[in-house]
């Protein structure tokens, strides 16, 4: 088993610096006409250091480096993305000739270099796009009918998730995020998953988010389930951090709100580094122990397996997904997920999925066919 995960993981670092080679290969070919000849080799030295940055910000250094390192990497991410693929097809294209039949020059232009150019820039569009548009939160409205009569006639719940707090714009974004909420008038607030991202100790200001999120008013409180990148070393502090800005976190426990309905959070079933000897329960085990007769909401960060759930729960609220984040890899978490974002419901006799795409954003700091967001959720009583 570990020699396996040993050769795979070699594997994949080799393939990824031959990929991070022609990439720069790629990109110099498209500023060969500002770039010296003998200053190329720095040039890739310098592909390299940004292809790995992330990996940097792992050793044990300041977390002014780590957050500086993650930085570099985070945006070399969204570039490398867009790059690797345009230029992918692009030499697809002139590998198969059909549809490419220029061999390098045109009325004195270098077709190669000029089109490596046009793919730089746009790669680099495309990275500055994303990154203003994922600070653009949208409120995305659903509304749930309930014929379980215990229920307020009408509630308003605020779904979150996703904030990643201390990668790259995730505390910057915060006070937006949480004037939208606060914006929605809510009843409940609820946030399922990955608040954090891996590492508490990258906040830069927690003492000013955690202020942010006692501000919050509504009337039942806020409730959370811990998500895959909430668990790990600081995993204490991130539950004190939780604890001390007035949200109750749910790790395989359930809460019963105002005699009229049940919270139930789950855990993450694949936490990065851990939730300090927690773990996931058997799902027929968490709901045996459900109090009969009133609703159930679900906070279940990964919206995997979703037959897990019936009758017994009306409310499953998940996000993890990101939808994908930038394009196309939205395409990815359709083929993933049964439900990746959005609405469903399997059958009569299963409970309503919602799945935000989150409100934060995880590696490169950018939304690209995809939004920031949170839900609003108006749960009605049917009689």
Do not use: C
Not at 129 to 139: E, F, Q, V
Not at 182 to 199: K, M, R, T, Y
Not at 276 to 291: A, C, D, F, N, Q
């Amino acid at each position: 088993m570990r020699v396996g995960i040993f050769v795979g993981a070699v594997v994949f670092m080799a393939l990824y610096v031959i990929s991070v080679m022609y990439l720069g290969r790629r990109v110099q070919e498209g500023f060969s006409w500002m770039l010296p000849e003998k200053s190329r080799w720095m040039f890739y030295m310098l592909m390299m250091v940004l292809a790995f940055s992330m990996v940097f910000g792992m050793l044990p250094i300041s977390y002014g480096l780590k957050r500086f390192f993650g930085t570099l990497g985070a945006y070399f991410m969204g570039f490398y993305a867009y790059g690797l693929m345009l230029f992918l097809v692009r030499d697809g294209l002139r590998i198969l000739g059909k549809l490419v039949k220029i061999k390098g020059e045109l009325a004195g232009v270098n077709v190669l270099a000029a089109s490596s150019f046009l793919i730089n820039v746009f790669s680099l569009a495309l990275v500055v796009y994303g990154t203003i548009h994922a600070g653009n939160i949208k409120t995305v409205a659903y509304e749930v009918d309930s014929y379980a009569q215990s229920l307020p006639e009408k509630m308003k719940i605020v779904l979150l998730s996703d904030l990643h707090l201390g990668a790259v714009g995730g505390e910057k974004r915060l006070p937006e995020i949480l004037k939208k909420v606060q914006a929605e008038e809510p009843d409940l607030v609820l946030i399922s998953g990955d608040i954090f991202d891996d590492d508490f100790m990258l906040l830069r200001d927690p003492e000013r988010a955690k202020k942010l999120f006692q501000e919050i008013e509504s009337t039942y409180g806020i409730y959370a389930s811990l998500g895959n990148h909430d668990g790990g070393k600081t995993y204490p502090k991130m539950l004190q951090f939780l604890e001390e800005s007035g949200i109750t976190v749910l790790q395989e426990e359930h809460q019963v709100v105002a005699d009229s309905f049940v919270i139930l959070g789950r855990l993450d079933p694949s936490p990065i580094g851990g939730f300090g000897g927690r773990k996931r329960k058997e799902t027929k085990e968490v709901l045996s122990s459900l109090p009969e007769g009133l609703p159930v909401i679900v906070l279940d960060h990964t919206p995997s397996h979703v037959e897990q759930y019936g009758k017994e729960v009306d409310l499953v609220l998940s996000g993890h997904t990101h939808k994908g984040q930038i394009f196309p890899f939205q395409l990815g978490t359709k083929l993933l997920f049964e439900v990746d974002y959005g609405f469903y419901q399997r059958n009569e006799e299963a409970p309503v999925y919602i799945v935000t795409s989150g409100a934060g954003t995880w590696g490169p700091p950018m939304r690209v066919g995809t939004n920031s967001e949170i839900a609003s959720i108006m749960l009605q009583r049917v009689k």
